[in-house]
């Protein structure tokens, strides 16, 4: 049999996807991660929200960091691609977010793997939020674990859940800011239930950091929870802090068992110097003018009320994004390239993103947004809101 005719239902799952409107493809960003003007498309789909991605004091540090220990780290951090860069950076970091301890893995994806399936393991119970992360997802998965999934922001479910458990360990996992609304998990209270039902819990703070919380050190730092020892959190390096990477932080007993048992730490080669660099020139920044944190979080609620202002549904944002809910996919990218055509890049959620008639356009803000960029988001939305009728 031919390798043509083995793959050949690729085909007719292609032709499906595109008849459903959910066909993706990759297209190339012609510019660099500023905040566009000029004639350049304004960025509200990228997730830059500090505006720090082509910063001089970050784009230098990377430069720095790649002449100085090489274009990649040559191998996994167990053997010899850890480097002293790493650690002081796991150290600021941890300092930063008022943990013992920090990790950093090669991709935020990749640290919520680790996390995950190093603590948790057959004969345990994970309990996971509806509206999780895909890698949060798969990181449940690959646990082997027990899975119990919970209704949205639904701690009352949660401590049904744990109550009922028949396992010794538990894990509840959830993540402090969504991606696709920028609401907020009510992390005070499944720290509350977790502690009564002696569970661990693990929360993915890839859009907190940078943005919520004193001087964006996140929600669980908001919530009172930061140096918990029955709390870790996850974090991407690729989002405020404007680079690539990511970590787990959180009791040092956590981080030293992931070294022993994170696959995806142990097996994986270690993140580039360079990114490393870029990250800590960002965490510096970031430390040295918290008010990048407010004004994002600002920047998100005037989108939000461009587009209510303007009849579209939105989402009230605790972030960096607001979404506009459409329902129809195929309606949904087309809305997207009119958005493109009044020279606005937003983001275009479909399913399996999204659950099946909740596709919506994605507003993602910058700190670095000025009157320009809103004078062109009001007119994309405008013309969105006149499309809609």
């Given at each position: 049999m031919s390798t043509s005719s083995v793959l050949a239902w690729l085909e007719e799952h292609e032709r499906k996807r595109e008849a459903a409107g959910l066909r993706r493809r990759l297209r190339a960003r012609t510019g660099g991660p500023g905040p566009g003007g000029g004639g350049d498309p304004v960025d509200l789909a990228g997730n830059n929200y500090l505006g720090l991605a082509g910063d001089p004091r970050v784009t230098a540090a990377a430069a720095r960091a790649a002449l100085a220990w090489g274009g990649g780290s040559t191998g996994s951090r167990l053997v010899t691609g850890n480097t002293a860069a790493h650690e002081e950076f796991e150290r600021a970091l941890a300092g930063f977010l008022g943990a013992e301890a920090a990790l950093v893995f090669s991709s935020g994806y990749l640290a919520n793997l680790g996390v995950v399936s190093g603590l948790a393991g057959r004969g345990d119970?994970?309990?996971?939020?509806?509206?999780?992360?895909?890698?949060?997802?798969d990181a449940c998965r690959l646990s082997r674990a027990r899975i119990a999934v919970v209704g949205h922001n639904a701690p009352d479910e949660v401590a049904q859940?744990?109550?009922?458990?028949?396992?010794?360990?538990a894990y509840v996992v959830t993540d402090a800011v969504f991606s696709v609304d920028g609401d907020l998990?009510?992390?005070?209270?499944l720290a509350e239930v977790c502690r009564a039902h002696g569970a661990v819990l693990i929360v993915d703070e890839a859009h907190g950091i940078g943005v919520y919380g004193e001087g964006g050190r996140g929600a669980v730092h908001a919530a009172g929870l930061a140096g918990s020892p029955d709390v870790v959190a996850t974090v991407t390096l690729s989002k405020s802090l404007g680079s690539q990477g990511g970590a787990v932080v959180g009791p040092r007993a956590v981080v030293e068992h992931l070294v022993d048992t994170a696959r995806s730490f142990i097996f994986d080669t270690g993140l580039a110097p360079a990114c490393v660099g870029a990250a800590s020139a960002a965490l510096e920044i970031l430390r040295s003018e918290p008010e990048l944190a407010g004004r994002v979080r600002a920047n998100a609620r005037r989108l939000y009320e461009t587009a209510t202002a303007a009849g579209l549904a939105a989402s009230p944002p605790k972030g960096a994004v607001t979404s506009v809910r459409i329902g129809d996919p195929e309606l949904t990218v087309e809305l997207a390239a009119l958005c493109a055509q009044h020279g606005v890049s937003v983001g275009c959620f479909r399913p399996p993103s999204v659950p099946d008639g909740a596709s919506r356009l994605r507003l993602t803000a910058r700190a670095d947004l000025g009157p320009e960029q809103f004078a062109a988001a009001r007119r994309a939305l405008g013309a969105v809101a006149e499309r809609l009728g």
């Open positions: 119970l994970i309990v996971s939020e509806c509206l999780n992360h895909a890698s949060l997802i859940a744990l109550a009922t458990r028949s396992e010794e360990r998990a009510p992390l005070a209270r």
